[in-house]
């Protein structure tokens, strides 16, 4: 299993750290499991490697390949047609978005794992060229389905303002700690004391006390990142 693994990690153009948060595991999960000779994951943890990697277990067990998995979709008539819109190529995006960590769903302990330094790079699109500051998470955990699921990338612009109803990153000082913890969410009201986030799944408002915010950074939008 471990050879299917590095493949399909390196296809994906992952580095082990990226591909380990990007499943919901410990950034050193693969490093050690490729280097040390672990046994191979099973369970729920291969689920999760499932999941991250977009491939069904089955692949990942050898029983069978993507392309026999695609020849058993049936192909559905639609009068959909393209767009004509040009979508920049891969090679012409430059691949110089640090990914910072993960973003997870579940508030606040354990809920975000901001690393000091990147763990992975990522394309740029053509409407952030000019962005400075911008980085990016990978989304982990599902109490932000169905907008976001767990291992979406998303992009965070710290310089731009985020608006009511604006999907944002807070980071959080934790107390008595200098440990720094944050969540996503959807921006949903400002008091003098208090932030207030809302959840989907389930729904929930979150409470955060304004002392402990250290920054809240809009999430792009889909429309943001393409320019529509």
Known sequence: MTDIL?????EQGLTWEAAAL??????????????????????????????GLGVPMTVLLGETSDSDQLREIPILKTDVRPATAHL???????????V???AAGSHL??????????????????????????Y????EGTSMEPQFQPGDL??????????????VVIQVQLADSHDM???????SKRAPEIITIRKHNPSAEIEIPKATVIAIHKVLSVNELYGV
């Open 154 to 167: 998303i992009y965070v612009h710290p310089d731009k303002p985020p608006r009511f109803g604006d999907a």
């Open 109 to 134: 302990r354990g809920a975000f794992q901001l690393s000091s330094e990147p763990v992975d790079y990522v394309r740029r699109p053509h409407t952030l060229l000019n962005a400075r500051n911008v």
């Open 6 to 10: 590095k493949e399909l990690i390196s």
């Open 22 to 51: 990007k499943s919901g595991l410990e950034r050193s999960y693969f490093r050690k499991l490729f280097e040390r000779g672990g046994a191979s994951p099973r369970g729920q943890t291969l689920k999760k490697i499932a999941d």
């Open 100 to 102: 910072m960590g993960t």
């Open 88 to 98: 920049p190529l891969p090679m012409e995006m430059a691949k110089d978005v640090p």
């Open 181 to 187: 913890e944050a969540t996503i969410g959807i921006l």
């Open 136 to 139: 990016s998470l990978y989304v």
